[in-house]
């Protein structure tokens, strides 16, 4: 989750570039308390390609995607590509608690290299994972190959990083809200969870782009879950701040991050995540 050479990023990071303890943790909170959009893209893929015989989950972190589709399309076969065996693990972990053993298989496979031996797909889903690999065009041409013709492709990015804070005001004047801005407007400039819109580089890999949308979710959370994920993300992005925050504003970040405290995430009741996904559908003609 730190430098992957072509540039930084600060969340779902499907392709195994840089897994730390954390981020099977991370991925699975985000699609507990953020995972509206789940349902909602999974709609739109059901909407657009019915009755898909195989689905690729391209990059496939920890599963929930794998795990959504699977209920989605009850009678299809799910296969979750991902280049760390752990994440995989994890996968066909979730797929047994939710009771779709046998629907959703594993292959390990790394995007930056060739495209696996694996069945032509209906649908590839690729969440987060796209602006992962070295070479976006690339994989992009080598999903349009992996699917029958009329196949979907369906590529999903968090517009922006999760947000935690509300607009409270510190005992100094700081309003919480303005310091996140200023945090995630700082972390924007070492590009961070940085991708570009996809249509122009979905249409020169022959994709007719169908459908683009943008899906906002307020988190539906306990306190509890909360102060977990805002924490999670607060101590990744914290390593990432000496260079770049006001010494005040490391400070007030270290009191969020403290154990104990009147302003540490734990006893905050004021925390609510928001955030949002855009969505590209692409048909191969």
């Known amino acids: 989750m730190t430098t992957h050479g072509h540039h930084q990023h600060g969340h779902d990071n499907h392709n195994g570039h840089s897994h730390g303890a954390g981020l099977a943790e991370s991925l699975t909170l985000d699609a507990l308390i953020l995972g509206t959009y789940l ?21 496939s972190g920890s599963g929930v995607g794998a795990v959504a589709l699977a209920q989605r399309f009850e ?42 031996e694996v069945a032509a797909a209906d649908l590839i889903w690729a969440s987060s994972s796209l602006h992962e690999v070295a070479d976006p065009e690339r994989s992009m041409g080598e999903m349009f190959a992996g699917l029958n013709a009329g196949g979907l492709l369906m590529v999903i990015e968090m517009d922006g990083l999760p947000c935690f804070l509300s607009a409270a005001t ?21 590009r961070w969870n940085h991708h570009p819109d996809w249509r122009a580089g979905l249409e020169r890999a022959g994709f007719d782009v169908v459908e683009q949308r943008s899906y906002t979710a307020v988190g539906n959370s306990t306190p509890d879950l909360a102060s977990r ?8 992005i914290r390593t990432a701040m000496d260079d770049v925050a006001t010494a005040a504003d490391l400070a007030i970040l270290d009191s969020l991050l403290a154990s104990d405290g009147p302003e540490s995430l734990a006893s905050r009741t004021d925390l609510q995540v928001r955030g949002s996904r855009t969505v590209w559908a692409a048909r191969k003609p």
Not at 39 to 58: F, H, K, N, S
Not at 170 to 190: I, K, N, P, S, V
Not at 229 to 236: G, H, K, Q
Request: aromatic share 4%; proline share 3%; glycine share 6%.
């Open 229 to 236: 994920y805002a924490r999670m993300f607060l101590e990744r």
């Open 170 to 190: 510190l005992a100094d004047g700081t309003e919480l809200a303005a310091l996140e801005a200023r945090l995630h407007a700082a972390l924007a400039q070492m």
């Open 39 to 59: 349902e909602q893209a999974t709609a739109l893929a059901a909407e657009l390609t019915p009755t898909p015989g195989v689905i690729i989950d391209a990059g």
């Open 75 to 116: 009678n299809t076969h799910i296969i979750a590509l991902d280049k760390s065996a752990d994440m995989l693990g994890q996968t066909l972990e979730a797929a047994s608690k939710n009771g779709l053993t046998g629907q959703v298989t594993t292959v390990l496979a790394d995007l930056d290299e060739a495209w696996p």
